[in-house]
């Protein structure tokens, strides 16, 4: 049987050969004493991408946007942040776990937050109620099928921000994807957020890893509380190496998985059954909903897996497919077909 055409998500990627080679060969070191010239290098570099200070590497995004919270915020305070957002409904309440803070939603029907929402969301420092400490940007929005924030609306919510004395972290895990569709270097869209964090293991291919940057303090403090959290590793450049390719070789290539997601759109948008605006899909995540079939998204699931296809159920009607560098155009062809025949299938059984 052929290998399954796994549209999961864009972590289930396999590293290639250059990284397999390039991991065997790292020069390494202690890098908990600061002496791995690999995990130093891929630092530098990852800091000079991103246009900013410094940078820090950390085994999971999760990981980084902890400590990019914990930066910006001090006990006790609120963070805005949109409905849907990774920090918010996947990271184990770690806000309140490790920065102190609680979550102070706000929906963006596009998973785009703006600053006209996050205005209304502040709350002052005062008797009554709890300051806000900071704004976390996702970018682009993973629940929200993968949504681009525009440059000016991440500009004016940094400046707005900024005149008030509040912090803003973008959880980037998917930034390079943002980059690519705005056609803008990955820099410009940072240039105003205090930290972002960003996956090499997403849609860079890295089998391990994430950055988070922002200035020379901020970085030196946050080194520490990945310490505290039990991610101080040692000869850690075998997975710096990896990522050194991921952040080199692979941003070009995003495209390629942009035009095959938008492939999945548009055919999907002629299916009975399955409910999706194609002209929505600006990066690698489509997200479709199936009420139409009858069919809840475990079982979607399940026939799709019996036809070679992995894809995952996102709420109580909509499915997600990400495309990656482990899918092609013909998988992603391969998988049309299957859906179809899903949705074929169920609809001469109920007819
Ligand atoms: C938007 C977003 N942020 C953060 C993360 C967390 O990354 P990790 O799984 O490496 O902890 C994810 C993972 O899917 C994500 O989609």
């Known amino acids: 049987m052929n290998a399954m055409i796994d549209l999961r998500s864009d972590t289930v990627t396999m590293p290639s050969e250059a990284m397999r080679n390039a991991m065997r060969d790292a020069e390494v070191g202690d890098d908990v004493y600061g002496e791995d010239p690999t995990m130093n290098r891929l630092e530098q570099r990852a800091a000079a991408i991103v246009g900013k200070e410094a940078a820090l590497f950390v085994p999971t995004g999760t990981m980084g946007n902890t400590i990019g919270i914990k930066l910006n915020t001090r006990h006790g305070q609120e963070v805005i942040c949109e409905e849907r957002a990774h920090v918010f409904d996947w990271e184990l ?5 490790f920065a102190g803070c609680l979550a102070r939603p706000v929906r963006a029907a596009d998973g785009v937050l703006r600053w006209s ?3 209304d969301a502040i709350r002052p420092d005062g008797p009554h109620c709890a300051g806000t400490g900071c704004i976390s940007l996702e ?3 993973n629940m929200a099928g993968g949504a681009v924030s525009p440059l000016d609306v991440v500009e004016e919510i940094c400046h707005e921000a900024h005149q008030r004395g509040l912090r803003v972290h973008m959880d980037g895990a998917r930034v390079f994807n943002a980059a690519c569709a705005l056609g803008v270097e990955v820099s410009e869209v940072v ?3 205090d930290t972002v964090m960003f996956c090499l293991s997403k849609g860079l291919g890295a089998p ?3 950055m988070l940057a922002g200035t020379a303090d901020a970085i030196h403090q946050g080194r520490l509380y990945r310490k505290r959290l039990g991610g101080g590793m040692r000869q850690a ?4 190496a990896a990522g050194l390719i991921a952040l080199e070789q692979m941003p070009a290539r ?3 998985d942009h035009a095959n997601a938008r492939v999945l759109a548009h055919a999907l948008e002629a299916i009975p059954g399955v409910a999706i605006d194609a002209s929505t899909v600006q990066t690698n995540i489509v997200i479709f909903d199936i009420s139409g079939t009858g069919m809840t998204p475990a079982e979607f699931s399940r026939r799709l897996k019996e036809r070679g296809v992995r894809m995952n159920g996102v709420g109580a009607t909509r499915m997600r497919a990400v495309t990656h560098c482990d899918v092609s155009r013909r998988d992603c062809e391969q998988a049309i077909e299957a859906i179809r025949e899903v949705c074929a299938g169920v609809a ?3 007819a």
Do not use: E, P
């Open 348 to 350: 001469s059984a109920r």
């Open 117 to 119: 929402a996050i205005r």
């Open 208 to 210: 391990v890893g994430s």
């Open 139 to 141: 970018n682009t929005h």
């Open 191 to 193: 240039k105003d957020v």
């Open 93 to 97: 309440s770690m806000m309140a776990w």
């Open 237 to 240: 450049g075998v997975l710096a």
């Open 254 to 256: 995003l495209g390629q």
